[in-house]
């Protein structure tokens, strides 16, 4: 099933899936939906590629969320993840997230049950309220490596893998007109690793990826004046 280049926005739950063998959701905008934004329930295989993923959930709630994944495998990419309860959360699955961008969430990451791997690459994770919490039992490893993170250091629970970029300003565009584009200065610029399964060709507005010596960490790739 492949759900593609929609508005999905103002209803209870944007977009929910359930015992789905083979799920692909991309290049939507999913905005405003009261509970959640994206919801996948106990499907085998999920890409979540390409989509602006903002605002769902009744204010700030933390127990409301922009994606959700729960007994699920999944590859998210290229993914904007804002101003949601919780950016993402992952309940019993296994997760490859890269080049994304969570941003601005009252939690950006949200892990429970986790008994496998979530792999955290290229992405940016910035101005969340909390970055990371940790819920019931914790047996599995979550890595993170070639990122902008916003704290100091990781939580303990998280395995800092190198190459990680602390508390520094990933300088996007405009930021408080919601233009996470990278500006010229930007730490994010060709800090990212190549060397990721499902690397992607284009970034979230469509230009091609790998414009300079590596690809840039986070959902855009920065193209003026290269």
Known sequence: IEIFENLIENNKKGISARDISKLT????????NGSGGIICDYC?????SSNEILSNGYGL??????????????NVINNLIAYNGIGVVSYASEMNLSNCDIISNEIGLYFSNIDNSIDIKN????????????ADYYSGTVEISYCLVQDIILAPELTDLGNNIFN????????????????ADSPCIDKGTNAIDSLPESDL???SRIVGSAI????????SGR
Do not use: M, R
């Not at 969320?65 to 729960?70: E, N, S």
């Not at 520094?168 to 500006?183: I, K």
């Not at 840039?216 to 193209?223: H, K, N, T």
């Open 44 to 48: 085998s295989q999920v890409e979540i």
């Open 205 to 207: 507005l469509g230009n």
């Open 168 to 183: 520094v300003d990933p300088l996007f565009a405009d930021a408080v007109n919601n233009n996470y584009q990278l500006s």
């Open 25 to 32: 959701i991309n290049d939507n905008v999913v905005s405003n």
């Open 61 to 74: 709630d933390s127990g409301t969320y922009g994606l959700y994944v729960y007994y699920c495998k999944s």
């Open 216 to 223: 840039d960490i986070g959902a855009y790739e920065y193209q």
């Open 123 to 134: 992405s940016i994770i910035h101005n969340n309220n909390l970055i990371f919490e940790l």
